[in-house]
């Protein structure tokens, strides 16, 4: 699939002249998941190959600080001649997410090149999401005892993702343009984990991003 890509590059690069964008933005994430709602902040950095003024192919790279959330849980007994049958405590969570992305980007409204005025674009592409959680409990509880609905400590996750959004941008002058995003990770995969509450399309996020493209 990538050498097809890289062909198809090579060939719009012969018949047209093919230009490239690098940007970075600062964005603010939201988990909109229950259970695991939550603020992050984080920066990502993105390649641009514009086959033409209007359509091209992006690549990104974001990565977020903790957030972090709070569930009210219930141990339950293994036996039921184990008192107390249950237990109840406090999860303390720590969620960072890191996401690689690859789609294509449409101007609906002004080019890549505009060197004037406002341009509006979407985008859309697939991605895989990369995410560490750890867990820590208000009281110690004897796992050969008690079911526990998410284990303590740390683990890794991944999950596949669709990755919309939308774009303003705005030409400052000498080929950069500013511009601000709205975009989410939709979730396609669950893989679930031990140390997940809620596995099922989670995390659910959308971000706000604020930042600038050079084009070269």
């Known amino acids: 699939m990538l050498a097809v890509i890289l062909l198809s ?8 002249q093919t230009r490239f964008s690098i940007a970075t933005d600062l964005t603010v994430q939201r988990n909109f998941t ?10 990502t950095v993105h390649a641009h190959i ?31 001649f184990t008192i107390p049958q249950q237990i109840p405590y406090v999860n303390s969570a720590k969620m960072r997410l890191k996401h690689f992305s690859v ?13 004037k005025g406002w341009n509006f674009y979407f985008f ?16 110690t509880i004897d796992t050969s005892l008690y079911d526990l609905p998410v284990w303590r400590g740390k683990a890794n996750f991944k999950r596949l993702t669709l990755d919309p959004g939308i774009g303003f941008e705005h030409y400052l002058g ?19 984990s031990k140390y997940i509450l809620k596995n099922k399309d989670a995390p659910w996020t959308a971000m706000i991003s604020l930042g600038l493209r050079v084009l070269f």
Not at 129 to 137: P, S, W, Y
Not at 177 to 187: D, K, L, N, V
Request: proline fraction near 4%; avoid cysteine; aromatic fraction near 18%.
């Open 50 to 80: 514009h086959i033409t003024p209007k359509d091209g192919i992006y690549f990104w790279f974001t990565y977020y600080s903790n957030g972090r959330f709070k569930n009210n849980l219930v141990a339950t007994a293994k036996s039921p």
């Open 174 to 192: 000498g080929d950069m343009s500013i511009y601000a995003e709205a975009r989410t990770w939709i979730p396609t995969t669950d893989y679930p």
């Open 103 to 115: 789609g294509w980007k449409k101007y609906l409204w002004g080019a890549s090149d505009a060197e």
């Open 9 to 16: 590059l090579t060939h719009f690069s012969f018949a047209q």
């Open 124 to 139: 859309a592409g697939l991605g895989l999401q990369l995410g560490r959680i750890e867990n820590t409990h208000s009281v």
């Open 34 to 43: 229950k259970e695991q709602r939550y603020w992050a902040f984080g920066q």
